[in-house]
C-alpha cells in the first residue's frame, strides 16, 4: 500500500490541525494503521493507530485527550485530528499501514508515508 499524508503547515499553540493520510493499492480496510511522529534529533514515536475498521484505537499516553484517530474506509484515508496544539507537538507525522496490530513498534508497520511538518509556534 502507498501513503500520502498531508495536513500538516505552521499554527499558533492552542490551535488545531487535522492530518490526513491518504492510501493507495490494495485493500485499504485490510491494515490497521498508525500514526508517528518524530521532532529533530528524536527517535520516530508513537501516537495512535487504529483498528481494521476503526472500531478500536490505541493510545500513546503523552497524547490521550487531545488526539484523535478516525480512518473512512471509503475514501481510503486516515485522519488525525490534533487540538489544543503544543510547541512540544512540533515534528514531522508520519502515517504507517500494518498488516495486524502488534504493538506501537515502528517495526510492526510495513508502509509509510512521506511524512507531513506540524510546527506549533508559541
Known amino acids: 500500500v502507498q501513503l500520502q499524508a498531508s495536513g500538516g503547515g505552521l499554527v499558533q499553540a492552542g490551535g488545531s490541525l487535522r492530518l490526513s493520510c491518504a492510501a493507495s493499492g490494495r485493500t485499504f480496510s485490510s491494515y490497521v494503521m498508525g500514526w508517528f511522529r518524530q521532532a529533530p534529533g528524536e527517535e520516530r514515536e508513537f501516537v495512535l493507530g487504529i483498528s481494521y475498521s476503526g472500531a478500536a484505537t490505541y493510545y500513546s499516553g503523552s497524547v490521550k485527550g487531545r488526539f484523535t484517530i478516525s480512518r473512512d474506509n471509503a475514501k481510503n484515508t486516515v485522519y488525525l485530528q490534533i487540538n489544543s496544539l503544543k510547541p512540544e507537538d512540533t515534528a514531522i507525522y508520519y502515517c504507517?499501514?500494518?498488516?495486524?496490530?502488534?504493538?506501537?513498534?515502528?517495526?510492526?508497520?510495513?508502509?509509510w508515508g512521506q511524512g507531513t511538518q506540524v510546527t506549533v509556534s508559541s
Open positions: 504507517a499501514a500494518g498488516s495486524a496490530w502488534y504493538g506501537p513498534n515502528p517495526s510492526n508497520f510495513d508502509s
